[in-house]
């Protein structure tokens, strides 16, 4: 059973940054890891994800260029780096994984099966 723990959340104002991180799990080659979010009333969307068979890294166009997504294999931790934050940007993120399919990843939620708690990121204006 995988468990993903997040953290780093918090509050910040527009323009700012803040570094999300999702310890879990141990290095498994072939998995699709990504950042989800859900703010109030709206579905939950992909933001970024990553592929650890070739690290591989996958965007939302509302953040390319803001976010970056990174793995550190030796601490078994994902990363989210989030600058130049926007009030549109205040959701609860959610880190997930699942096997990638046949070395296909993107950030569609049904390849992701294991899910995190979450954490709240508020962005002020």
């Known amino acids: 059973q995988i468990q993903l723990v997040e953290s780093g959340g918090g509050s910040v104002q527009a323009g700012g940054s803040l570094r999300l991180s999702c310890a879990g799990p141990?290095?498994?080659?072939?998995?699709?890891m990504g950042w989800f979010r859900q703010a109030p009333e709206k579905e939950r969307e992909g933001v970024a994800g990553l592929h650890t068979g070739g690290g591989k890294t996958y965007y939302a166009d509302s953040v390319k260029g803001r976010f970056t997504i990174s793995r550190d294999n030796a601490k078994n931790t994902l990363y989210l780096e989030m600058n130049s934050l926007k009030p549109e940007d205040t959701a609860m993120y959610y880190c997930a994984a699942g096997p990638d399919l046949g070395g296909y990843c993107d950030l569609s939620q049904s390849l992701f099966g294991y899910w995190g708690q979450g954490t709240q990121v508020t962005v002020s204006s």
């Open positions: 141990e290095y498994t080659y072939g998995y699709c």
